[in-house]
């Protein structure tokens, strides 16, 4: 990640800590590749060290720690044991991840989110079917969890879900910050309509996920204009996050006035 990344990814944070989450302690070490450093962490006698590093390996797919992160199964800490099963679900222990899909069945709503939270961390595409057909209930935490879930694995056949869930206001944010994770030109005209809602963080989340499109290309030709439009209207919002997330958009465009106004927004 880059400095204007960095900046950006903090400024984001600062604004809407639900979007960026707590960063794992040894980002450094995962940009470095250093698995040897991060390896020696997983019996460190604080459990979120050892949590963070169990779930670093995993991001970095070291096979070599497979046994050390079998055995942080039996951790003492909940949150490390979770860390462990979700490092070796994206390791590719097909076991640990069905155990996460079975429980997406689970009566409780609890167990469900917490379910879908772990096959998107742990990158488990496979689970995609199972994530969409999930959602039983109008259950909001289900319903965030699922759609970050997607948005995390990436797969196309999300879009028409994840459109649903934020036409019916059923997670809305997290529905339309999904869509920007898919690449889909599917998700543009949702994305337009959702920049005029009368809730701040969605009209901030679409406007990310707008740039997100822009940037990767995928964004559908015909709306650009209206897209572009609507996110400068944005820039003056009343609400910081707003800002911000549309000069950030416009930026991803290519939009000189957009990039100016990043620029001076980050450097305030």
Not at 132 to 140: G, I, N, Q, S, V
Request: aromatic content about 4%; proline content about 4%.
């Amino acid at each position: 990640m880059s400095l204007k990344e960095e900046a950006i990814a903090e400024k984001l944070a600062e604004l809407e800590p639900a979007w960026a989450g707590r960063p794992n302690l040894f980002e450094k070490e995962i940009s470095a590749k250093d698995a040897k450093a991060i390896r020696a962490r997983l019996t460190d006698s604080l459990p979120a060290v050892r949590g963070d590093a169990a779930e670093a390996l995993g991001r970095l797919k070291e096979l070599s720690v497979v046994g050390e992160l079998k055995a942080l199964l039996a951790d003492a800490d909940p949150t490390v044991r979770r860390s462990a099963a979700i490092a070796l679900a994206s390791l590719g222990d097909e076991q640990l991840a069905k155990e996460f899909v079975k429980g997406l069945l689970d009566a409780s709503a609890k167990v469900v989110a917490g379910a879908a939270t772990a096959l998107g961390l742990a990158g488990y595409k496979a689970a995609v079917p199972y994530l969409l057909k999930a959602y039983r209930t109008e259950h909001p935490r289900v319903a965030a969890a699922i759609a970050t879930a997607l948005g995390q694995l990436g797969d196309r056949q999300a879009v028409p879900w994840l459109v649903q869930a934020l036409k019916t206001g059923l997670a809305p944010v997290e529905a339309a910050a999904a869509l920007g994770q898919l690449n889909d030109p599917a998700a543009t005209r949702p994305l337009c309509d959702a920049l005029s809602h009368d809730l701040p963080a969605l009209r901030a989340a679409a406007a990310r996920s707008l740039g997100r499109l822009a940037s990767a290309g995928t964004v559908d030709f015909v709306l650009k204009d209206q897209a572009l439009s609507s996110l400068h209207k944005l820039t003056n919002d009343a609400d910081e996050r707003v800002r911000f997330c549309a000069a950030l958009a416009l930026a991803g465009f290519g939009d000189p006035v957009g990039q100016q106004q990043l620029t001076q927004l980050l450097a305030n």
